[in-house]
């Protein structure tokens, strides 16, 4: 099956200073890949859907200044959290379209980021 | 606006059935979509309906009705494995994905 990984898979940064966050897919092209967050006990909230050589598109609230998200290539999608702060801690997961097929979607296993 | 709503917690006995009901209203529709996610993982895909009816897979099942925006998961011979959220959500006429908010499901010995 259609594999998603995500990189790290958890990590701890100082307030201020920027996180990057891969998401690949390994074994189809994912000209669209989208970008979620979720706080404990609550439901994913899409922050972008990110598509492959051109920008990304963000949701209403979310600030694309500071969630930089990168689709360079057909398997690869970065999500950097700028300055962060300890408001920014959260589950980032990451899920990708396979480009031949419109309604699969496949999720990463997520990154966990504490901002101290 | 769009808006899925479903449960937000059960409970159900070891070796019983469950059934978790999602009704949706959206911007279009192209296929309803049931995920599991245990805590502090990320969601795994359970199945997809785009036509009314029956989807089974082994010990789950899932409805849908286009005309009434409702689908429910059925859950069989529960084990405690399926303690875990299970999230409804809603492919739109852009194809996003319009999630609930998760069903917490808490399975009992």
């Known amino acids: 099956g259609a594999v998603v990984s995500q990189h790290p898979s958890w990590v701890i940064c100082k307030s201020g200073t920027s996180v990057k966050i891969e998401c690949r897919s390994l074994?189809?092209?994912?000209?669209?890949m989208f970008w979620y967050r979720q706080f404990p006990k609550q439901s994913l909230m899409l922050m972008a859907t990110?598509?492959?050589?051109?920008?990304?598109?963000?949701e209403q609230g979310v600030e694309k200044d500071k969630f930089l998200i990168n689709h360079a290539s057909l398997t690869l999608s970065t999500l950097t959290v700028t300055s962060a702060h300890p408001e920014d801690s959260s589950f980032y997961i990451c899920?990708?379209?396979?480009?031949?097929?419109?309604?699969?979607?496949?999720f990463g296993p997520g990154t966990r980021l504490t901002v101290t | 606006g769009q808006n899925i709503d479903q449960p937000t917690e059960m409970t159900a006995t070891e070796g019983a059935i469950v059934q978790i009901n999602c009704t949706y209203q959206?911007?279009?529709?192209?296929?309803l979509f049931w995920y599991q996610q245990h805590a502090g993982e990320a969601p795994t895909f359970l199945s997809y309906?785009?036509l009314d009816g029956l989807e089974e897979k082994g010990r789950f099942s899932s409805f849908l009705s286009r005309s009434k925006g409702y689908s429910y998961l059925l859950l069989k011979e529960l084990q405690m494995k399926d303690s875990a959220s299970y999230l409804c959500?809603?492919?739109?006429?852009?194809?996003?994905?319009?999630w609930g908010a998760g069903t917490k499901l808490i399975i009992k010995p």
């Open positions: 899920s990708a379209r396979d480009s031949g097929l419109d309604h699969e979607q496949y």
């Open positions: 074994d189809f092209q994912a000209t669209t």
């Open positions: 990110s598509n492959e050589g051109s920008k990304a598109t963000y």
């Open positions: 959206t911007s279009g529709f192209n296929g």
């Open positions: 309906n785009v």
């Open positions: 959500a809603v492919m739109d006429s852009n194809y996003q994905l319009i």
